[in-house]
């Protein structure tokens, strides 16, 4: 299949927005294309869709359309934060997905959603997972509340070594890609390191560690988006 010409078809499309019904929430987000077949997740904090608007306009005029979305409790979503889990957020990313994409996926997701985008291994035909400055989680906080309860169980020391992530990650048959900050001071070394290490079934594997990056601070440089958009394109032209 010649997806150059497929993807050259969507340069000239705008965003369009959409809102999703989600229990007593509205998913508001927006996609470049009517069906997509690649999603950028958002990490948690003040974080939303918004922060990765840049990238994706790089990755739309590469000829990759994303779809993307603001979980509950953040941008134009809006509702309450406490009270929603890490099992909610995947299963707000699963529900955008059979809404607004076309399998098998490309996976983008940053810090927090690093972990929601490995929940849905199992849930989705996955060909691309690009995991930027990603988080995972002990197996415990799960299904907690974002909260003083949640917190407590994730800022335990060494927590994430309980993490079901680093199982899901081996099973992964499809193209990696792990863009880490070269100072993070949210996300252990540690982290990135054993996600790498356990992708041992994968066509391929890539680590980019970004220079002069932080974690909220990942592009510090255009030439670093350019750079990032580069490596996420050709891999989805491997398809």
Not at 67 to 90: N, Q
Not at 92 to 118: D, F, N
Not at 135 to 158: E, K, M, N
Request: aromatic share 8%.
């Amino acid at each position: 299949m010649n997806t150059g010409k497929r993807w050259a078809n969507y340069k000239n499309m705008h965003r369009i927005p959409f809102e999703l019904p989600f229990g007593n929430n509205l998913l508001r987000g927006d996609r470049y294309a009517t069906e997509c077949r690649a999603i950028v997740l958002h990490g948690a904090g003040q974080s939303s869709r918004a922060r990765f608007s840049r990238l994706r306009r790089s990755l739309h005029d590469n000829g990759l359309p994303t779809v993307s979305f603001d979980f509950i409790g953040h941008g134009e979503t809006g509702g309450s934060l406490p009270g929603s889990t890490l099992h909610a957020r995947t299963d707000q990313a699963a529900a955008v997905i059979r809404y607004a994409c076309r399998e098998p996926l490309t996976l983008i997701a940053a810090s927090m959603s690093g972990y929601t985008a490995l929940k849905l291994l199992d849930a989705c035909a996955v060909e691309n997972l690009i995991l930027l400055v990603p988080a995972v989680y002990t197996r415990r906080a799960y299904d907690l509340p974002f909260g003083p309860a949640f917190s407590a169980a994730i800022r335990r020391p060494g927590s994430w070594r309980d993490s079901d992530a680093f199982g899901l990650l081996s099973r992964f048959k499809g193209r990696l890609l792990i863009v880490a900050a070269e100072t993070d001071d949210v996300i252990p070394r540690e982290v990135v390191e054993g996600l790498f290490a356990a992708a041992t079934e994968v066509e391929s594997r890539h680590l980019h560690i970004v220079p002069g990056s932080r974690h909220l601070a990942l592009f510090p440089r255009d030439v670093d988006r350019h750079l990032a958009t580069d490596m996420i394109v050709k891999m989805c032209r491997k398809t």
